[in-house]
């Protein structure tokens, strides 16, 4: 039997969790949280509290329960360096070094990177210590995206048409991240359609996962601000609807051309997800950025539908032989919405904003997969945080038919709640296949 060591604590890490131990091999698995999730310490032989930064309770946690390897979920503490730490007392993970994990930690690195390797896909970019010439470069291009360069917790990037109109808004805001962040990326703004492939890599070989696309606004019809996501669909061809075959296979192959340059670059291979947001253009398929770990919510979309042993999975990944895996994923669509706090995302004198601290009663969600994320479970039940609280995940063979059980799992969640009930529609799945038709007239 096999101890293998869960870093993280959110929705994600409940979907990783409930992936580890369906396995045939019969793990026991421990759990390293910054704070207590029901659904994880529920699937765990033991858990420990503690910061993602306390490296030394991670490593003697480890050490103690002879853990083979751990699957690390979140950015933090790959940010830290837990990889390389646990490494050091010969314990291997499932997510890069710090140093590779520059992938997503560092936007500028990952541009220079792709730049550099003569990758496609890239946009026209600067990156920028000061202010000095910025004025020029926005004068250079059409519409403009502002990017922080660092971890922001998936929010963190400023838009031209949703966040600032005029080139003098863009630079006031330039000014804002450089007082927090050493430096910033401005690039040009792609038109087209957003889509998430999370890929395994064992530093050689990458291997795709079902095609997702995230929600990250927080209310219906793409309106509101930026969240950490609010949901998440897939269908069960594991395409998208307004993508073309080859926008698949350009995104699958800019990654494995990362992959290579990570390890020409590093001299160590990336063993992980390679975790790529990708936006099919007029041109094909162009990179948005890179994550080091799965995407919450996407991996609530994917990890239940994996029929392959995910233990097994994570081996190949640590010994580099992925290749010799045959890894393969249900056809089925899946509809994951997540269920928030009322005041969620908006300003904190917002008569809703009191919604984070009270108490929610979950009923009986039947069909539907239920991860929890950021809840607090005390005595005398489960209580809201300022955070996303419930990834409910509906699984069936047709879109309709999964949005469905995760719409009516929702309706189960009782108390000061809100959710996206857009999510999966026709509606809005037309509105992103008329807007790829208008960009790109040779549409199929």
Do not use: W
Not at 33 to 56: E, F, Q, V
Not at 66 to 75: L, S, T, Y
Request: a neutral charge; proline letters at 5%.
């Amino acid at each position: 039997m096999s101890n293998i060591l869960l870093i993280g604590n959110g929705a994600r890490e409940h979907a990783l969790a409930e992936t580890i131990t369906r396995s045939q091999q019969k793990p026991k698995l421990f759990s390293f949280m910054k704070s207590n999730n029901p659904g994880i310490a529920s699937l765990s032989a033991k858990t420990m509290l503690g910061n993602y930064s306390s490296l030394d309770a991670i490593t003697g946690f480890a050490a103690e329960n002879k853990i083979e390897f751990a699957v690390i979920g979140p950015e933090d503490p790959l940010n830290n360096g837990v990889v390389d730490a646990l490494a050091k007392i010969n314990i291997p993970s499932v997510g890069p070094t710090k140093s590779l994990a520059r992938l997503e930690t560092s936007k500028s690195f990952t541009r220079n990177l792709v730049k550099k390797y003569n990758i496609p896909g890239n946009p026209r970019f600067q990156i920028f210590t000061t202010t000095n010439g910025i004025r020029a470069f926005l004068n250079e291009i059409e519409r403009a995206v502002l990017k922080p360069d660092g971890l922001t917790g998936g929010k963190g990037v400023l838009v031209q048409g949703d966040h600032f109109a005029t080139k003098d808004e863009a630079l006031n805001l330039c000014e804002q991240i450089l007082s927090n962040f050493s430096s910033l990326i401005v690039e040009e703004k792609f038109d087209g359609e957003e889509f998430s492939l999370q890929c395994l890599c064992d530093g050689k070989t990458v291997v795709s996962t079902p095609l997702v696309q995230d929600h990250k606004r927080r209310f219906d019809g793409d309106k509101g601000p930026n969240t950490g996501g609010m949901g998440s669909y897939s269908l069960a061809d594991h395409s998208m609807p307004f993508l073309k075959p080859q926008d698949l296979q350009e995104g699958l192959e800019i990654t494995r051309q990362v992959a290579a340059a990570l390890l020409k670059e590093t001299g160590s291979p990336y063993r992980g997800i390679m975790y790529g947001g990708f936006i099919a253009t007029k041109d094909g398929a162009k990179l948005l950025e890179y994550n080091a770990r799965f995407g919450d919510p996407e991996a609530m979309n994917i990890l239940p539908l994996l029929k392959t042993d995910f233990v097994e999975v994570c081996r190949h990944i640590i010994a580099g032989t992925l290749d010799k895996l045959k890894i393969e994923f249900e056809n089925k669509a899946t509809v994951c919405k997540y269920v928030v706090p009322k005041g969620y995302g908006l300003p904190a004198d917002h008569p809703d904003a009191a919604s984070s601290k009270a108490k929610i009663e979950v009923g009986n969600v039947e069909k539907a997969r239920l991860y929890y994320s950021s809840v607090d479970q005390k005595e005398d039940g489960l209580y809201l945080s300022s955070s996303r609280a419930i990834g409910i995940v509906g699984i069936a063979d047709n879109l309709q038919e999964a949005r469905k059980i995760a719409e009516e799992a929702v309706m189960a969640i009782k108390g000061p709640v809100a959710y996206r009930a857009d999510i999966g529609t026709d509606e809005l799945i037309q509105k992103r296949i008329d807007h790829m038709k208008n960009i790109r007239k040779d549409y199929r």
